[in-house]
Nanobody, 118 residues
Framework: QVELVESGGGLVQPGGSLRLSCAAF????????MGWYRQAPGKERERVAV???????NLADSVKGRFSISRDNANNVMYLQMNSLKPDDTGAYYC????????????WGQGTQVTVSS
């Protein structure tokens, strides 16, 4: 069983920055993918950024050059650094982990709200 706890959301003006954190509790090992997803009101949840167990990263085109994803392996924490925020970045941000091998599973956090507004 894995528990994911997000923090760091809030209200920020356009052009501002926030750093989201996702603390993972439980057994995360082997091959896995961790990521951040977001959901704006009235829209489907979309993938923002992912990081693999090997350290590879992938970001959505809409956030490239502005967001970065990283992971502190020693403390089992994943981060999403968000710079140059836009109103379109507003939404609930969710942490996700997909365990691929040797065990399989998928877990979600409860989400943290990010609001970009003047």
């Amino acid at each position: 069983q894995v528990e994911l706890v997000e923090s760091g959301g809030g209200l920020v003006q356009p052009g501002g920055s926030l750093r989201l954190s996702c603390a993972a509790f439980g057994r995360i090992f082997g091959t896995f993918v961790m990521g951040w997803y977001r959901q704006a009101p009235g829209k489907e949840r979309e993938r923002v950024a992912v990081i693999t167990s090997g350290g590879g990263t992938n970001l959505a085109d809409s956030v490239k050059g502005r967001f970065s994803i990283s992971r502190d392996n020693a403390n089992n924490v994943m981060y999403l650094q968000m710079n140059s925020l836009k109103p379109d970045d507003t939404g609930a941000y969710y942490c996700n982990v997909q365990l691929l091998a040797p065990i399989k599973g998928e877990y979600w956090g409860q989400g943290t709200q990010v609001t970009v507004s003047s």
